[in-house]
């Protein structure tokens, strides 16, 4: 899943884009509002990380604007203020959810995974099934008929994508809007390596093949 995070202190930045990267995410990174607005209306987003306090265009406005423009893309608001005003101004204008520095990096790690969840849902669901595929989103354990099976952080983020995506076409074009970040080279044939990766660990010993390529098209996660 693809992250945009919009912070101004580059060290609260890259502390955010490490920890999430690390749990498989894509994270791109903006340092200031019109920028941040930039990127959120040109690029498609799982969820924005959105910072209070930030130059050119502060959080509140910038998180009116985009829904004002309709972008859906939950929103999680990050901010030293800690007064209810300023809470529930910033659920108002269309915030998702709302996180105060200092922050533990589990609480945030859990309020993304909940905003990612009730975006695809509609709900709290912490597993996903398909066929006899599971993906557990709390501590990321994915089984195939009962078998626990080991992925990389990478591996375990195409998987979810695909998953999330189940019995539609999804396209390398997609994968690399949502499993990679801004500065993915298109070209390369990374998506198809990863593919064949998860084909080996998924449907390796399986008489069912889940991940099918539809020629010409991409790939389809077949429950």
């Avoid at 919009?6 to 200031?32: P, T």
């Avoid at 990389?152 to 998953?163: P, S, V």
């Avoid at 593919?195 to 080996?200: D, F």
Wanted: proline share 1%.
């Amino acid at each position: 899943m693809r992250i945009l995070v919009i912070e101004d202190e580059e060290k609260i930045a890259s502390f955010i884009k490490r920890g999430l990267k690390e749990e498989g995410y894509a994270v791109d990174v903006s340092l200031d509002g019109e920028d941040g607005h930039f990127m959120a209306t040109t690029n498609e987003y799982d969820a924005i990380l959105l910072d209070l306090m930030i130059p050119k265009l502060d959080g509140m406005t910038l998180c009116k604007k985009l829904r004002d423009q309709k972008v859906s893309t939950p929103i999680l608001m990050l901010t030293a203020k800690d007064e209810v005003k300023s809470k529930v101004a910033g659920l108002d204008a269309g915030a998702d959810d709302y996180v105060t520095k200092p922050f533990a990096f589990e609480e945030l790690l859990a309020r993304v995974r909940a905003m990612l969840r009730k975006k695809k849902d509609g709900q709290a669901s912490t597993k996903l099934q398909v066929a006899d595929v599971s993906l557990d989103l709390l501590n990321h354990k994915v089984e195939r008929a009962g078998k626990e099976i080991a992925l990389t952080a990478k591996e375990y983020a195409l998987l979810e994508y695909l998953m999330r995506n189940a019995n539609q076409i999804v396209t390398r074009t997609m994968i690399s809007e949502h499993v990679w970040d801004i500065h993915f080279d298109v070209s390369t044939n990374v998506i198809d390596v990863y593919i064949n990766y998860l084909r080996t660990k998924i449907d390796g010993g399986h008489k069912k093949k889940l991940i099918q390529t539809v020629r010409g098209r991409g790939y389809i996660f077949k429950g």
